[in-house]
């Protein structure tokens, strides 16, 4: 018979109890014990449900309190020598550390930063990215796995333990210094992966998933081998244990055959993203190989075409037999939120198109009824499920002829700025007279309990209109006042208004709903909840302008307008599936273009446009760069270009691989680049030596997302470093992204030393010429 499987579930629980319990913890307001108590109860929890459900292989060690490629670095002790590991097993505080950074006994001079942090392949989950050394040793230092399948063993449950697969998690990682490769580790590090499946295999578990999400990247050829020697060895560890290989994200390509025939039990396939693969995987599959179908979308909140994926069904099951097919979602559901049943508000029409995890799972379940049996239940829901999407497909409320007619009419000299770079620089010193070495911020200041508890009230009707902008003004006040007594150059209003980057612009746009529980991980404890972006977009009125104008009219200093970029509207909202991602790229770029002349019309004399999901956008394979870039990029030109010379216009860009894309970036052709750098160790700084980025550029020397707070020598060892690559005319000061997630008393003193640092440079600067 079809088996119902999963090979992932969001972690943080349907009313975010793992953000508040972790934020509980590092507030120091519940214990280690508390936090590590109520973890095992969502854990429970979760696999509570997904037995109830009906599914056969039900995933374990899928849960994290951070991050599952720092549960991989914790479980082979790949744990960086700042961090002064003792050997033993990695405890909650180092664990918590290499995120976070750590701070010892309050002493700024001996704190030690975290660990570089970015993308999840394309995604907006964050992971801490593995650092390793020539010399790198490995072994047990958690039993993570192993703990959370006994645990569920317990409560009556078999699971299917989870692991980030070696080849993976190595290619995920970073080797210092870089002229190593981190595939040259892999001989030490297997035993430790032999080593946990002799383990799993001792406490009961018969499968084991091991992800190799890096399958879906080009690869070459001797990579590809490494999987036949990995996995000959991983297979011959236990005759009780079968291996199921999980690829997502893309195909296989030209590599399906080889993996198809490595010594494993079965391999997942994304069928979601890439169906085309199945036809080649049925040829190619041995007489033993179990496929796992992914045919719901485990990215995505939209309902599955069940008519659609019974047909792929059916395909594999014809040349396999039910016995040799596993149906799961295409990924982890991490990507998704967690119940629909919890949205009240979304309206029938929209909700009857909807699917978040659980109502994932209840798909994937009924699909495997649709094939073997004929219920009136299942044909029911599978009747149901027909009449959503076709009534989708012409429903009103997502198609405006009018806006398809504005997109079809782009011309492509829209997108270009009058003049160039150095024309332009010109005309805006004339007008803003910049110091050398500008200091500014990337737009958000902290998100206090005051800011969060006053809007809500007003959001709920407790707080009228009137007191909630006396608030709003109040707070902006108070940050220009800020801002102004440290001696920042260019100035923020500070967002109080805003709830997240894209949200806020998404409720100001036609085209998008919102959830009230529809929360997804980014990293930690930062949850985000995605617009649902289901019809065509316009701008019914100015969104950023009042705000702007208010801040500007507190202060001779200039005040950047700021907006989030069409690009990551679109790569973090759930984005409608219906027309291609390019068309509703554009439709964003055009309603953004227009509040751009607005706030320019209103005398705002710098606006920053946010990019920072850019890169995350790129195709995994690289055949499919070009054609992306060319029209991301140009929608952010078009955003961007119809204004004069002299307005300054910033993009900021975080927690990314950009090297790789550099030439875009600077065909963006913005006149300030604001950029992540602190964490990776200013390795941009090779990029800049090899590249020559021609506009100006600030890689980020505060990194806002630890706190620990950078000296004013660190600050000026930093610029030091950048000024060997970049020309002091050229460089900004900033921090690598907003500070909304920081405390005041931590912003206080990172941006007063940073102030500090910029103005005992310039100095310096001045009296060597």
Not at 333 to 345: G, I, R, S
Not at 461 to 470: H, I, N, Q, R
Not at 519 to 532: D, F, H, K, M, T
Not at 627 to 644: D, G, H, P, Q, T
């Amino acid at each position: 018979m079809l088996q119902a499987t999963n090979l992932g579930y969001p972690r943080i629980g349907r009313q975010r109890e793992l953000k508040k319990a972790l934020e509980q913890f590092w507030s120091g307001r519940i214990s280690e014990q508390d936090l590590l108590a109520r973890a095992a109860i969502l854990r429970q929890q979760h696999w509570q449900l997904q037995q109830e459900l009906g599914l056969h292989h039900i995933p374990s060690n899928d849960f994290s309190l951070y991050d599952q490629v720092l549960d991989t670095i914790a479980l082979v002790g790949a744990i960086p020598e700042r961090f002064h590991w003792d050997g033993n097993q990695v405890d909650l505080s180092l664990y918590f550390a290499m995120a976070r950074g750590m701070v010892h006994d309050q002493n700024q001079d001996e704190a030690l930063p975290a660990m570089e942090m970015t993308k999840w392949f394309d995604t907006n989950y964050h992971y801490i990215v593995p650092e390793f050394q020539p010399q790198q040793t490995f072994h047990l230092a958690s039993t993570k796995p192993i703990n959370e399948f006994l645990e569920a063993k317990l409560l009556g449950i078999h699971t299917r333990p989870v692991l980030l697969g070696p080849i993976s998690f190595l290619l995920l990682g970073k080797m210092y210094p870089h002229e190593t490769k981190s595939l040259t580790l892999l001989d030490r590090l297997l035993p430790i992966y032999e080593e946990v499946l002799r383990k799993l295999s001792e406490a009961g578990a018969d499968w084991i998933q091991i992800d190799e999400p890096c399958l879906t990247l080009d690869l070459d050829t001797a990579t590809i081998a490494l999987f036949q020697q990995v996995y000959r060895r991983l297979s011959a560890v236990s005759s009780s244990l079968r291996l199921l290989l999980a690829t997502y994200f893309g195909d296989l390509g030209p590599h399906t055959p080889t993996i198809l025939h490595l010594p494993v039990a079965a391999v997942h396939l994304d069928l979601v993203r890439a169906p085309q693969q199945l036809a080649l995987a049925l040829e190619e599959a041995p007489g033993s190989l179990i496929l796992s179908l992914g045919v719901v979308d485990g990215r995505n909140v939209w309902r599955t075409d069940l008519d659609h994926a019974i047909t792929l069904i059916r395909e594999a099951v014809q040349k396999l037999g039910t016995e040799r097919v596993l149906l799961a979602p295409s990924c982890s559901l991490l990507h998704v939120p967690v119940d629909l049943a919890q949205e009240t508000h979304l309206g029938n029409e929209l909700m009857q198109w909807l699917a978040f995890a659980r109502q994932k799972l209840e798909e994937v379940v009924l699909l495997t009824r649709l094939h073997q049996e004929t219920d009136p239940a299942s044909l029911e829901q599978q009747a149901a499920a027909r009449q959503a999407l076709e009534q989708r497909w012409t429903s009103p409320i997502i198609h405006d002829p009018k806006v398809k007619q504005h997109v079809a009419a782009v011309k492509d000299h829209e997108a270009r700025r009058q003049s160039p770079f150095a024309v332009r620089q010109a005309q805006q010193q004339q007008i803003l007279a910049l110091p050398l070495l500008p200091t500014t911020t990337i737009g958000s200041f902290p998100q206090t309990e005051a800011v969060r508890t006053t809007r809500a009230a007003y959001t709920s009707g407790k707080l009228v209109s009137a007191d909630y902008e006396t608030f709003l003004r109040e707070e902006i006040t108070r940050t220009i006042r800020f801002q102004e007594e440290i001696g920042l150059d260019v100035l923020v209003h500070g967002e109080f208004e805003r709830t997240d980057m894209v949200e806020y612009f998404g409720k100001l746009l036609n085209g998008f709903a919102f959830t009230l529980h529809g929360w997804v991980q980014s990293y930690g404890s930062r949850c985000v909840r995605p617009p649902i972006l289901y019809g065509d977009v316009t701008r019914p009125e100015p969104m950023t302008v009042r705000w702007s104008t208010f801040a500007q009219s507190l202060t001779e200093r200039p005040v950047k307008g700021m907006l989030t970029g069409p690009v990551t509207i679109l790569q973090w909202s759930f984005v409608r599936d219906d027309q291609p991602r390019r068309d509703t790229c554009y439709q964003l770029a055009l309603a953004l273009r227009e509040e751009v002349q607005d706030l320019e019309a209103a005398g705002i004399r710098v606006i920053q446009i946010d990019e920072p999901a850019l890169r995350e956008g790129l195709p995994l394979r690289h055949s499919a760069w070009a054609e992306y870039l060319a029209w991301a990029v140009n929608c952010f030109r078009l955003v961007s270009s119809s204004v004069r010379d002299e307005t300054q216009i910033h993009t900021h860009m975080c927690y990314s691989e950009f090297g790789d894309i550099f030439e875009a970036i600077a065909s963006m052709d913005a006149d300030v680049l604001s950029i992540e750098a602190s964490r990776s160790r200013l390795e941009l700084l090779e990029t800049f030596l090899i590249v020559h980025y021609p506009n100006a550029i600030g890689p980020g020397v505060y990194d806002i997302h630890s706190p620990r707070i950078p000296s004013q020598d660190e600050y000026e060892q930093n610029l030091e470093h950048l000024l060997k690559a970049l020309p002091a005319q050229q460089l900004w000061v900033n921090p690598d992204c907003g500070l909304k997630t920081r405390r005041w008393e931590e912003v206080l003193l990172a941006l007063q030393h940073m102030t500090a640092a910029a103005q005992s440079i310039r100095q310096r600067q001045g009296r060597q010429k």
